[in-house]
Every structure is written in structure tokens, then in C-alpha cells.
């Protein structure tokens, strides 16, 4: 039990919940990568593959881009920053 317990910690996926909420109300998250990028949810499918969309505010055009499976890991990296991680 303890492992499936440990399995499921390092499957989740570091999440900071925005002040902002989504237009319907529902809560939105920040998701904080491996290299300490940060992203918003951009995109969700029925299958429930969520697409994020890099949350630089100093590169707001930044095309950085990754996927999960839900709100779990692991993190696919769909396309690469322009930029270094801005969290030191
Ligand atoms: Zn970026």
C-alpha cells in the first residue's frame, strides 16, 4: 500500500493554484515544471490531455509548450522556451 502511496506522490504534478479563476468559475492552475518553468492551462481534451502554455510575463510570447495526462505527470514537453527559467 505505502508503494502505490509513494507512486502516486511522484506522479503528481507541482501545481500552484491561480488567484485568477477561469471564466466559468472553475479554479486554474500554474503548473511549475522540472526546469522551473511556469505554465497555464491552455488546452484540454476530452481524452483528458491537458496542453500548457508557458506563464513568462517577461516573454509573453514565449511558444514554450508541454502536456500531461490529467493533472499528472509525466510532463511531455511539446515545444522549448526562448528563455532561461525566470525562478532562481
Ligand atoms: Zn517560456
Same mark, same amino acid.
Given at each position: 500500500?505505502?508503494?502505490?502511496?509513494?507512486?502516486?506522490?511522484?506522479?503528481?504534478?507541482?501545481?500552484?493554484?491561480?488567484?485568477?479563476?477561469?471564466?466559468?468559475?472553475?479554479?486554474?492552475?500554474?503548473?511549475?515544471?522540472?526546469?522551473?518553468?511556469?505554465?497555464?492551462?491552455?488546452? #484540454?481534451?476530452?481524452?483528458?490531455?491537458?496542453?500548457?502554455?508557458?506563464?513568462?510575463?517577461?516573454?509573453?510570447?514565449? =511558444?514554450?509548450?508541454?502536456?500531461?495526462?490529467?493533472?499528472? =505527470?509525466?510532463? #511531455? =514537453?511539446?515545444?522549448?522556451?526562448?528563455?532561461?527559467?525566470?525562478?532562481?
Amino acid at each position: 500500500m505505502n508503494e502505490i502511496v509513494s507512486q502516486l506522490e511522484s506522479l503528481n504534478l507541482n501545481l500552484i493554484v491561480s488567484s485568477r479563476k477561469k471564466k466559468d468559475g472553475s479554479e486554474s492552475y500554474i503548473l511549475i515544471d522540472d526546469d522551473y518553468f511556469e505554465y497555464k492551462t491552455a488546452y #484540454t481534451s476530452n481524452s483528458g490531455k491537458i496542453t500548457w502554455r508557458c506563464n513568462s510575463t517577461e516573454h509573453p510570447n514565449c =511558444k514554450g509548450a508541454v502536456s500531461t495526462n490529467g493533472m499528472n =505527470k509525466p510532463i #511531455t =514537453k511539446i515545444r522549448e522556451h526562448d528563455h532561461q527559467n525566470s525562478i532562481k
